[in-house]
């Protein structure tokens, strides 16, 4: 049974910084996509970032527009989670944010894409004042 947890959120001020963590078992972070994502009160849920690992020590990642150069998406093998660092955070980025893995099988719809995802975690909450 494939289980994620996700930890790290809370509140911060505008140009503050948070790091949120994913823990996942019964699955391996390596070997498919994970992505996180966010869904502020009456939005739709939005692809925020996803990981790859293409080779050892090499993977591929993805940004959404509105958070590249501030979030940094990574994955730790020997934890076997993946963590995103929220740098400059914006009152803007405030929303439950969840993680995701892929099914192998699933219909892509592109890496930071809901419907691309199987398994999700519970969301942990981030709010941003200004």
């Known amino acids: 049974q494939v289980q994620l947890v996700e930890s790290g959120g809370g509140s911060v001020q505008a140009g503050g910084s948070l790091r949120l963590s994913c823990a996942a078992s019964?699955?391996?972070?390596?070997?498919?996509?994970m992505a996180w994502f966010r869904q502020a009160p009456g939005k739709e849920r939005e692809g925020v970032a996803s990981?790859?690992?293409?080779?050892?020590?090499?993977?591929?990642?993805d940004y959404a527009g509105s958070v590249k150069g501030r979030f940094t998406i990574s994955q730790d093998n020997a934890k076997n989670t993946i963590d995103l660092q929220m740098n400059s955070l914006k009152p803007e980025d405030t929303a439950m944010y969840y993680c995701?893995?892929?099914?192998?099988?699933?219909?892509?719809?592109?890496?930071?894409?809901?419907?691309?995802?199987?398994?999700w975690g519970q969301g942990t909450q981030v709010t941003v004042s200004s």
């Open positions: 019964g699955y391996t972070v390596r070997t498919n996509y």
């Open positions: 995701a893995a892929v099914r192998y099988g699933r219909t892509w719809y592109g890496s930071l894409a809901p419907r691309s995802y199987t398994y």
């Open positions: 990981i790859f690992a293409v080779s050892a020590g090499a993977v591929d990642t």
